[in-house]
Structures are given as C-alpha cells and as structure tokens.
C-alpha cells in the first residue's frame, strides 16, 4: 500500500512528499528531487494542518551519511512561523480535548495500520537520513509502531482515583486532565520511534503537539506526520518546526507550551531541563545512555561477541542502549 496524499492547496509547498504518488515508494522520492525553481528540494513545516515551504533565509543541508550528498534543505523556522505553528496548536486545544477518548483512540488504531503499510518506505528513509541499515531501520520504525499501539488503548491510563471515607465525612479523587500545547525535541539516533514515543500518547491524552525532529533526519517525522492527519488527527493538533539552538529556545520559552519532551545528549538534557523548568514548564529529558555488560564465565563466545559489537555499533553507532 503505497501512502497517497490529500491535496492540500498550497501549490510548491508539499512537491517533495506529491512526488510520492507517482513513484513506487515515498521514500525513492524523498530527497534530492528538484523542486519547480530546479533548486534541492525543501523540507517542509506544518502549521494547522498544512505543509508550507519556510520563508526563512537561513538553511540547512540535510546530507546523506552514506554518501554526504546533500538531500534536502532544512529551513531555520522563523519566529513568526513559530509563533503560527503554537498558535495553531493553542486554537486546537479545546476542541480537541473535549473530543472523547475512543474517538481519539479510534485516530491511533488507523495510525499504526497506516504506518504498517508504509513500514519499508519510512525504513528507507531513515537510512537514507541517518545512516543506520535498512533491518535497523524497520526496527527503528516497529519499536515507535508499538508506542502507538499502546496510545490506542490509552483510556485506562486517564482514569483517576476516588477514596471513600478518608477522614470523616471525606472522600478523595483525583483527576487527569490533558495539559494543553506541549512540545517534544527529537535526537538524530531514532528518527521514527522517537517522534513516535512523543506525539502519539499526548495527543491520545487530548493535548495538542508542536514536534522538532532533528535537524539531520526530519523526514521520517514529515512522514508521520502526514499518516496521522491521513489517520484522521484534525489539523493544529501536531504541527512541526525545524531549527537548531533558537529553535529549541523558543520551545523552552513559549509561554503557551506547557511541558517539553526530549531525549539526546547530557549536555542539551541538562540544558532543556534547566531553562524549561525556570520558565515553569513540566519537563521529561531523557539523556544520554551508558549500558553496561557483564560476562560471565560460561558465556557463549560468538553471541557474546555479536551482542556486544551489535550494542556498540547498531543504529550507525548511536544507539542509547549501546555497550561502552
């Protein structure tokens, strides 16, 4: 089943993804086809449910590891297109939260058969972007797969609790409620699963989503994206932002973003943590990873050997669960 795309009236603006439908995967088409002006092809925002070209100066190439071909351009959003894309997300908010549970449910299931029947092409793409092989790649993708999954049976985890009689005449419940727009800032290493980790739960738990893929491999998350307004997600509710440093900064420091999802390094962890959580956002960083291995003495040799070299150099070397 090969993803065919809405129309969406915004002419250039979506010629890197429209080039799928006549091709016979996304991924083939992805990167490097040339746009109407000849020029590499450019990675696009979403803002309220619409992909639009950037009209920032500044950009990026976003390279292919393999071969360090460039394959698209990447643009440093605005701070106006910034600004669209939470507003997009604040607007959607109330509707959306006040959407039932199985209706959003409902979203999720359609969303994993959608990304199971493009698994190969979003796999190729992210070998093309972040290097890793096309096996670790489908993994890559099924692991994020499974998280939406879980996010389709996400209506026991919003219950609350009620106890009677904790003190005479007293009853106690508590509620859990969505929080509003938040946001989540995606590591190069797993560029499906990730996103897939972050988005896909807060918006079956009714927030709104602003998502900043890395800036080396953005395109499994375009893809994502595109599967859940094609699963049926209305539009503002996932919107996407590219960029670096000022990117991110304006994530920590929106007043209407309320909580921040992140996984990379220690060093931008910390960062994220600090400053986001001075602004009073509720903040998950999930940072950089040591695993050790501990063999013992009637360990099998050969599986030992592949384990270890499989921990230490699968995902192109970048996996969080590798040996060290």
Request: proline share 6%; net charge positive.
């Given at each position: 089943?090969?993803?065919?795309?809405?129309?969406?009236?915004?002419?250039?603006?979506?010629?890197?993804?429209?080039?799928?439908?006549?091709?016979?995967?996304?991924?083939?088409?992805?990167?490097?086809?040339?746009?109407?002006?000849?020029?590499?092809?450019?990675?696009?925002?979403?803002?309220?449910?619409?992909?639009?070209?950037?009209?920032?100066?500044?950009?990026?190439?976003?390279?292919?590891?393999?071969?360090?071909?460039?394959?698209?351009?990447?643009?440093?959003?605005?701070?106006?297109?910034?600004?669209?894309?939470?507003?997009?997300?604040?607007?959607?908010?109330?509707?959306?939260?006040?959407?039932?549970?199985?209706?959003?449910?409902?979203?999720?299931?359609?969303?994993?058969?959608?990304?199971?029947?493009?698994?190969?092409?979003?796999?190729?793409?992210?070998?093309?972007?972040?290097?890793?092989?096309?096996?670790?790649?489908?993994?890559?993708?099924?692991?994020?797969?499974?998280?939406?999954?879980?996010?389709?049976?996400?209506?026991?985890?919003?219950?609350?609790?009620?106890?009677?009689?904790?003190?005479?005449?007293?009853?106690?419940?508590?509620?859990?409620?969505?929080?509003?727009?938040?946001?989540?800032?995606?590591?190069?290493?797993?560029?499906?699963?990730?996103?897939?980790?972050?988005?896909?739960?807060?918006?079956?738990?009714?927030?709104?989503?602003?998502?900043?893929?890395?800036?080396?491999?953005?395109?499994?998350?375009?893809?994502?994206?595109?599967?859940?307004?094609?699963?049926?997600?209305?539009?503002?509710?996932?919107?996407?932002v590219h960029g670096t440093h000022d990117t991110v900064n304006r994530l920590l420091d929106h007043p209407d973003i309320k909580a921040i999802s992140f996984v990379g390094s220690d060093k931008a962890g910390k960062y994220i943590y600090a400053?986001?959580?001075?602004n009073g956002k509720r903040v998950q960083s999930n940072l950089g990873a040591k695993n050790h291995a501990v063999v013992l003495p009637d360990a099998d040799v050969d599986a030992t050997v592949k384990a270890l070299a499989g921990a230490a150099?699968?995902?192109?070397?970048?996996?969080?669960?590798?040996?060290?």
């Amino acid at each position: 089943m090969l993803l065919a795309l809405r129309p969406r009236g915004c002419s250039s603006a979506v010629q890197w993804l429209v080039a799928l439908q006549h091709s016979r995967g996304f991924a083939s088409k992805l990167h490097g086809a040339p746009s109407a002006d000849g020029q590499t092809t450019k990675v696009p925002l979403l803002i309220n449910g619409e992909f639009v070209d950037s009209k920032t100066k500044d950009w990026i190439d976003v390279v292919n590891p393999a071969n360090q071909k460039v394959l698209s351009k990447l643009p440093l959003t605005t701070e106006q297109e910034f600004n669209a894309a939470v507003a997009a997300a604040k607007a959607a908010y109330p509707k959306w939260r006040d959407t039932p549970v199985p209706t959003r449910a409902r979203v999720m299931l359609k969303l994993q058969e959608l990304i199971r029947a493009n698994m190969d092409e979003l796999a190729r793409a992210v070998t093309l972007e972040q290097g890793k092989t096309l096996a670790d790649a489908r993994g890559d993708v099924f692991r994020g797969l499974e998280v939406v999954e879980v996010a389709a049976g996400v209506a026991p985890m919003l219950a609350g609790e009620h106890v009677e009689n904790v003190a005479t005449g007293i009853d106690c419940y508590s509620i859990r409620q969505p929080l509003g727009v938040v946001a989540g800032i995606c590591p190069f290493n797993f560029p499906a699963m990730v996103p897939l980790w972050m988005f896909p739960l807060a918006v079956a738990s009714g927030n709104t989503f602003v998502l900043k893929p890395s800036e080396r491999d953005p395109g499994a998350s375009v893809m994502l994206a595109d599967l859940a307004q094609q699963a049926g997600l209305p539009k503002g509710v996932l919107n996407i932002v590219h960029g670096t440093h000022d990117t991110v900064n304006r994530l920590l420091d929106h007043p209407d973003i309320k909580a921040i999802s992140f996984v990379g390094s220690d060093k931008a962890g910390k960062y994220i943590y600090a400053r986001a959580a001075a602004n009073g956002k509720r903040v998950q960083s999930n940072l950089g990873a040591k695993n050790h291995a501990v063999v013992l003495p009637d360990a099998d040799v050969d599986a030992t050997v592949k384990a270890l070299a499989g921990a230490a150099f699968g995902a192109a070397g970048g996996g969080g669960g590798g040996g060290s």
